[in-house]
Every structure is written in structure tokens, then in C-alpha cells.
């Protein structure tokens, strides 16, 4: 039977363990340019509506460097832009590779492939979440900080798809997170809840604040993400406003333990949610989550096509 990967929900926090494990050998596999040939005879597709720049080439290469092949469909290249339907080109696709990674707009067109593609979908990110990017920044976290569960990650700004997947990465894994997003820009209450339950069971302390001073102070790590996320550009005057004061600087990086962390799964848009002293800067592991992409998706696909 096929399995996706749309959310982490998709996941049990042993698999994502395990999945973790995995990245670390390949990481160190990869690194010493060791042959690795679990993906081959293997195809699998790459079905973007949305630009890429670290997705899309994470996969293809972590594809290449397991032995197998890849197909890059950007959806304006493909009969979608014609009208063609999700459920067609699903079935169409299903048949002709091993598995599919998708970057959408509407959350719901992953479920539909996922539903009629009849091989794995892996999300590659949409307006709900961005599963593979968190599993990727988990798989980060540990490296620096030899752990998760009873760690503090305090995000500041959009309670986005980023925000979303973080919440169910730290219920998953037991470490405690703190969002601070303006009013009107929470993260989705379906997926809030969601990690809320999961973190019964773990005892990850999940939280949202108005004020980013109150979730920086004395976090282990600072995670920010884009404030107009694609699919919002006309939102974009609005969002600037509604996001003054949510920026990561030496001011709320003050806040934070010494020997905090700073994080952003990037694109970044340097003096709006970040400043580049501070991407640049000794706290910043952003250029090690970025390199860990081809390791997380290289983990993620062996362990959907094992
Ligand atoms: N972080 C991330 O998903 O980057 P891309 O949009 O470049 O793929
Ligand atoms: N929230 C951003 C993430 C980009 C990787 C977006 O959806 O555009």
C-alpha cells in the first residue's frame, strides 16, 4: 500500500525517530561520496505549482545521489494550466512514476493526488503546512543541541504553514514552542488544537503570545519565517504593517539564552523579518538547516519507499 506524507500527523514520533536516523547516515554517506542505491530503478516526480529553490533541488539531488531518476513537472508546464483536472493528472502521473512530490497552493489538491495517484505524495509545502522543511529543521536542532524534548523554540511572525508543521514537530517530539503572531495572523486553529493533543502525551508546553518579547525570553532557539508567504503577494502591503516589531535583531535576540539558536527555513527577506547581521551571525545555524534539506528529503523518501 502507498503511503504519504501530506502532514506530520502522517507520521508516528517513533518514525519521525527513525527518519531522523536516517538523515544522519546519509548526511555522513553523502558527505564522503559513498555509493548509495536504494532509490534505484526508482522515479519519482516532482509536481510544483509554486517556485523552489531548496525543495525542489534537495529532492532532485537526494534522489540522484540514491540512484534514482527524477521528472520535474512545473504545473504551468502541464495541462493544469489548460484546466486539465488534479484527479487526471493524478491517475495519469501514478502511472508512470514511483512517487510524487508536490508544492501546491490549496492543502486540499496533496489529498487528491494523495487520494488518486495511487503511489506515495510527499508534501512539498502548501498554504497549511510544510512538513518535510520541519523535519528537516528537527533533524538541525538535534545536531546543534543533542536533543528536542524540554528545548524552547520561539517562533516570531506569520502563524503559517511554517508555524503549523513547527506546532506538530515540537507536540511530536516534546519540546515546548511558543508563537508570537499579531492578532488576525494565528496559526490554523484545527492544526493548534491538533498538536495540543498530541502534546498531552508528550508534555511539549505549546503556547501563543501577541508579544515577541514574551516568547524570545529565554528560548534555546528563534525560528522566523517569511511575512507574505506565495500565494499572498496582494496581502503584502497589509502583512507589513500588521508584522512591525515581529523582526529577529540583536535586541530580541537579547532575550534569548545565551547560547540560543536562530532559525529560518528560508527564502529570506533581509531588515523585514530578519536582519542580515544576525543570518550572518555566530547564533545562526540557517546555512546547516539548508545544507540538512538534501539529508532530510534523501531520509524521507527512503523511508516512504523502503
Ligand atoms: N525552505 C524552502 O522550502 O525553500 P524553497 O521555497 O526554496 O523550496
Ligand atoms: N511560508 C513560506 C515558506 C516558504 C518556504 C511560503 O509558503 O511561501
Known amino acids: 500500500m502507498s503511503r504519504s506524507l501530506l502532514t506530520l500527523n502522517d507520521i508516528s514520533p517513533k518514525e519521525?525517530?527513525?527518519?531522523?536516523?536516517k538523515a544522519k547516515t546519509f548526511k555522513a554517506k553523502i558527505k564522503e561520496h559513498k555509493v548509495i542505491n536504494t532509490l534505484q530503478g526508482r522515479v519519482v516526480g516532482l509536481f510544483f505549482e509554486k517556485p523552489?529553490?531548496?525543495t525542489r533541488v534537495?529532492?532532485?539531488t537526494a534522489v540522484a545521489r540514491l540512484?534514482?531518476?527524477?521528472?520535474y513537472l512545473p504545473s504551468g508546464e502541464s495541462q493544469q494550466s489548460r484546466g486539465e483536472s488534479i484527479k487526471d493528472i493524478a491517475q495519469t502521473l501514478g502511472s508512470y512514476l514511483d512517487a510524487l512530490v508536490a508544492r501546491v497552493y490549496i492543502h486540499k489538491t496533496v489529498e487528491e493526488l494523495a487520494r488518486y495517484a495511487g503511489i506515495p505524495v510527499i508534501n512539498g509545502l502548501s498554504d497549511l503546512?510544510?512538513?518535510t522543511q520541519i523535519i528537516c529543521d528537527l533533524f538541525t536542532i538535534l545536531e546543534i543541541k543533542q536533543k528536542l524534548k524540554g528545548l524552547t523554540l520561539a517562533y516570531i511572525g506569520d502563524g503559517n504553514n511554517i508555524c503549523c508543521s513547527l506546532f506538530m514537530?515540537?507536540?511530536m517530539t516534546g519540546m515546548n514552542m511558543t508563537a508570537a503572531c499579531p492578532e488576525g495572523y494565528h496559526p490554523n486553529k484545527d492544526i493548534f488544537r491538533n498538536a495540543e493533543q498530541i502534546a498531552e502525551k508528550t508534555k511539549a508546553k505549546l503556547k501563543i503570545v501577541e508579544n515577541p518579547k514574551d516568547a524570545a525570553k529565554d528560548a534555546d532557539i528563534l525560528y522566523t519565517d517569511v511575512w507574505v508567504s506565495m500565494g499572498q503577494e496582494k496581502e503584502r502591503e497589509k502583512r507589513l504593517k500588521a508584522f512591525e516589531g515581529y523582526q529577529i535583531n540583536a535586541d530580541i535576540l537579547k532575550l534569548a539564552k545565551k547560547k540560543a539558536s536562530v532559525m529560518h527555513c528560508l527564502p529570506a527577506y533581509k531588515?523585514?523579518?530578519i536582519t542580515e547581521d544576525i543570518i550572518e551571525g555566530p547564533q545562526s545555524?540557517?546555512?546547516q538547516q539548508a545544507e540538512n534539506k538534501i539529508y532530510g528529503a534523501a531520509a524521507v523518501l527512503d523511508f516512504i519507499l523502503q
Open 58 to 60: 534537495s529532492f532532485e
Open 129 to 131: 503546512t510544510h512538513p
Open 67 to 71: 540512484g534514482g531518476k527524477t521528472v
Open 285 to 287: 545555524i540557517i546555512w
Open 169 to 171: 514537530g515540537a507536540a
Open 16 to 21: 519521525l525517530h527513525q527518519i531522523f536516523k
Open 52 to 54: 523552489s529553490t531548496r
Open 271 to 273: 531588515g523585514l523579518e
